[in-house]
């Protein structure tokens, strides 16, 4: 399904946005585990569409639909050539509603059971078999060991994952995706809605990335700005750096550029 | 090999125990073994009647290996209270295996059991080997307890009862009280005969 | 109104009771696990189906193969009662899934439509016994006191009408003396068998008492209980210091 590109010289993978890359002087390095840190209103899950509309990708979308991120990029002109969307976000829709749908009427059951064939099959002496459900968090680690995964990986948002399973967990198969990927030399983007889930987790996740980009919205009078700033860049630390951004039709566009460091 | 001590002492079993309900025999430990033999030509004269042999003081195992098989006396059930307990893990139609001579309310129930399976027309014998052991591993008092219930109960339902203390000299005061229980009691001595 | 009894065929059980349970009663087994509640349950269903009552037992904590398979060891368990449907054995946890129950905590209408069910089957196969093993695990999946009160109550209600005797399983800890998890069980139930153990000389004795029973004259005294291949059998217990 995918195409190994031959590697070249080049040490860097393009975020497919130029200015971010020349912000990181080239792009991100090859085998980096990326942390997006945002808060609601920058515009991060833009960010993130435009990074998987570039390139092989695949993206792990756990609150968007499959149908919503392509007419997103469609609406920006994006033509997302080589990308691959697995949609978290629909199968959990299906089950959560499957479930509701079951409890909402234990009355409308019972009065819809046919007695003598529950009966029958409570008595029938066979062990229960319940439909394999995938266990999401174990979907994720499966498919970064499968080693043909493509150059880019993204994970958006790890906030759904915090929800239904411990941190812990989270945390132990996040290194096997970083471990897999340092392997492969791809790129793995992984979101995260900044303040949702606690600062101790974000410092943990800050610790784990290679690389940090944190996305900021600062109210000025009655307009708001918006920064992006790259607050770890591991070996690199001359790349430190924050640019005020605006969101146009187009998608990210990086204003100015000031060096930190 | 034809003992006259054997020979004697089943002869007095066999007739004390005709007569009378319950009998207990007293005798020191360098006759039990000759005692026992007696019992076992007892059980064998008496083949048509059912027998109930509680052993607390050696194992099954230890019986067939004085008498050979066992299945020669099939009008007899064990009751083998201490091979369990002292790890001997052996199976046996012809024995049962309680886990501990502590649950001797077990006893009981394989009792009533056993005899409630017998034929109406078999007299019912319940031979306890003994008193004694049954000392070692209760408390007196609750020794005396079960034996009062297992007597009452043999009497009630017509059954003999041979129980065995074997004791050197002066007899411990709990056995003394338990013994003057039964309608008959015969000490073995070494004079006897 | 006079009422028949129901033998458990549990000899001494029985005469303890002055012949057998008063039918449509309701009877709380407690014991720890392990402690001979399902065995005691199935020897009352098995009892009733040689004598031609229908019964059914309701598990919750085992599973079917599992449940049948250790029946088999025990001789008083015969496989053609349940073939032929005098016994019908019912995994719950297949009617939970059927009435979409598969949440921990059950609403008041999920509760009912439980509840409901349990009825039907009850009236459908015309049971003159019924065990539900274990309560515990039933009312743990109802929210408050009042929810588990309700169920037992109107379950009992409903069977007592029927002439149908109840034995509801509850699972205490072990070495404790009370008689439900959830304290409330023991006084909707019309009778409770605690099923415990004592020590003696370094051994474990079971032991059976009749802790409760409404409106039969009865005992207290403690029996020792054996498990055996025969079932469960029992003589009264010798005191113990």
């Not at chain 1, 290194?175 to 974000?202: Q, R, W």
């Not at chain 2, 009862?161 to 003394?176: A, F, P, Q, T, Y």
């Not at chain 3, 060891?73 to 899934?97: A, Y």
Request: hydrophobic share 40%; proline share 2%; with cysteine.
């Amino acid at each position: 399904m995918y195409e190994w590109i031959e590697r070249d010289e080049v040490d860097f993978i393009s975020t497919g946005i130029d200015k971010l890359d020349s912000l990181l002087e080239g792009g991100i390095p090859k085998g980096f585990f990326t942390l997006i840190l945002g808060v609601p209103g920058s515009g991060f899950e833009i960010l993130i569409k435009q990074i998987a509309s570039n390139g092989n990708t695949l993206l792990f979308s756990t609150c968007e639909t499959e149908e919503e991120i392509m007419s997103t990029m469609k609406r920006f002109g994006w033509n997302p050539e080589n990308l691959e969307i697995v949609d978290i976000a629909s199968e959990y829709a299906k089950r959560t509603l499957l479930v509701h749908g079951k409890r909402s009427s234990s009355y409308q059951r019972r009065i819809d059971l046919d007695l003598k064939e529950l009966i029958a099959e409570c008595s029938g002496g066979k062990p229960i078999e319940r439909g394999e459900e995938e266990d999401f968090l174990n979907m994720l680690s499966k498919r970064f060991t499968d080693s043909r995964i493509p150059e880019k990986t993204i994970v958006h948002s790890l906030d759904f994952f915090l929800d239904q399973y411990q941190q812990s967990e989270i945390i132990k198969t996040l290194h096997i995706m970083k471990m897999s990927n340092m392997k492969k030399k791809g790129a793995v983007f992984v979101s995260l809605t900044k303040g949702v889930c606690g600062e101790l987790f974000e410092r943990k996740m800050e610790s784990i990335a290679d690389c940090v980009l944190e996305l900021e919205v600062i109210r000025k009078g009655t307009s708001f700005d918006r920064y992006l700033a790259v607050k770890k860049m591991k070996n690199y630390a001359r790349k430190i750096g924050i640019a005020r951004y605006i969101i146009d039709e187009s998608g990210f566009v990086l204003e100015t550029v000031e060096r930190i460091l | 090999m034809v003992s006259t001590l054997v020979e004697g002492l089943k002869e007095r079993v066999l007739t004390s125990i005709s007569m009378y309900q319950s009998v207990c025999v007293v005798l020191p430990g360098t006759n039990y073994q000759d005692l026992i033999q007696a019992l076992f030509n007892c059980m064998r004269e008496k083949h048509t009647d059912q027998w109930v042999y509680i052993t607390v003081t050696r194992p099954f195992d230890n019986f067939v290996k004085m008498f050979g098989d066992l299945s020669r006396y099939p009008n007899v059930v064990f009751i083998d209270c201490i091979s369990r307990s002292s790890g001997i893990m052996k199976r046996d139609d012809q024995c049962i295996y309680i886990e501990s001579p502590t649950m001797l309310e077990r006893i009981t129930m394989e009792i009533k059991h056993i005899f409630r399976n017998a034929s109406e027309d078999m007299e019912k014998f319940i031979v306890l080997d003994s008193l004694t052991s049954l000392m070692i591993y209760n408390d007196p008092t609750l020794v005396i307890e079960f034996f009062y219930q297992l007597l009452n109960r043999a009497r009630s339902e017509d059954i003999h009862m041979l129980s065995l203390v074997v004791e050197e000299g002066e007899l411990d005061r709990h056995i003394n009280k338990l013994i003057y229980l039964n309608d008959k009691i015969i000490k073995v001595r070494d004079t006897f005969i | 109104m006079t009422f028949g009894v129901c033998e458990t065929g549990i000899e001494e059980l029985d005469a303890q009771m002055g012949g057998g349970f008063p039918v449509g009663s309701t009877i709380l087994i407690v014991g720890s696990s392990g402690s001979g509640k399902t065995t005691l349950c199935m020897q009352f269903l098995v009892n009733g189906a040689k004598k031609g009552e229908k019964g059914v037992f309701f598990t919750i904590t085992e599973p079917l193969f599992k449940l049948t398979s250790n029946l088999e060891k025990f001789e008083f368990f015969d496989r053609s009662l349940v073939d032929d449907g005098t016994i019908t054995i019912i995994d719950l946890r297949i009617i939970f899934e059927r009435l979409g129950l598969d949440a921990e905590k059950y609403t008041v209408e999920d509760t009912n439509a439980l509840l409901g069910v349990i009825k039907d089957i009850a009236k459908e196969l015309n049971v003159k016994r019924l065990v539900i093993d274990s309560i515990t695990a039933l009312c743990y999946r109802l929210q408050s006191k009042e929810m588990i009160r309700d169920f037992i109550f109107k379950l009992g209600t409903f069977l007592a009408a029927k002439e149908c005797t109840t034995f509801l399983t509850s699972e205490i800890p072990p070495k404790t003396f009370i008689f439900s998890q959830y304290g409330i069980e023991e006084f909707i139930a019309d009778g409770i068998i605690f099923l415990g153990e004592v020590e003696r000389g370094g051994d474990l004795i079971r032991t059976l008492q009749i802790v409760k029973m409404r409106g039969v004259d009865h005992s207290r005294i403690k029996y020792a209980m054996s498990i055996t291949s025969r079932g469960i059998e029992l003589a009264p217990l010798l005191k113990t210091r």
